[in-house]
């Protein structure tokens, strides 16, 4: 989970590790394309306004490294993202999403990019 708004993140890591998911947190872009290349997480949830390296920006980086190009993207901001000319991210939900929504859109993209992983 990438947001600067760490009243954000720490009770959405809370209820994402009580569903069973391993929640890794960064404060920016910057941060996350950190713990991205070290730890390669199967989706990332990101905010679009942040300081140091934008969600933009973060998933531009994303899709142009072939280690990390096909990871899913849940883009979760309160504002409207520009749209971008390539496919940077794979569903976009607006703040404040409900925890269901969110959870059901995590569900369905690493169940999506598990059965098109190769056996």
């Not at 590790?17 to 730890?39: F, I, S």
């Not at 997480?41 to 190009?69: E, H, Q, S, Y």
Request: charged letters at 20%.
């Amino acid at each position: 989970m990438v947001d600067d708004d760490a009243r954000i993140l720490a009770p959405l890591q809370v209820l994402l590790e009580a569903a069973g998911y391993r929640v890794l947190l960064a404060l920016n872009g910057a941060a996350a394309v950190r713990v991205t290349d070290l730890e390669h997480p199967d989706l990332i949830v990101t905010d679009w306004m942040m300081p140091v390296l934008d969600g933009v920006a973060f998933c531009r980086r994303l899709k142009a490294n072939g280690a990390t190009a096909r990871i899913p993207v849940v883009m979760l901001t309160a504002a409207v993202p520009p749209a971008p000319t390539e496919p940077l991210w794979n569903a976009l939900l607006r703040k404040p999403a409900s925890l269901e929504g969110l959870i059901a859109v995590i569900h369905e993209l690493l169940s999506l990019r598990r059965s098109a992983m190769p056996p």
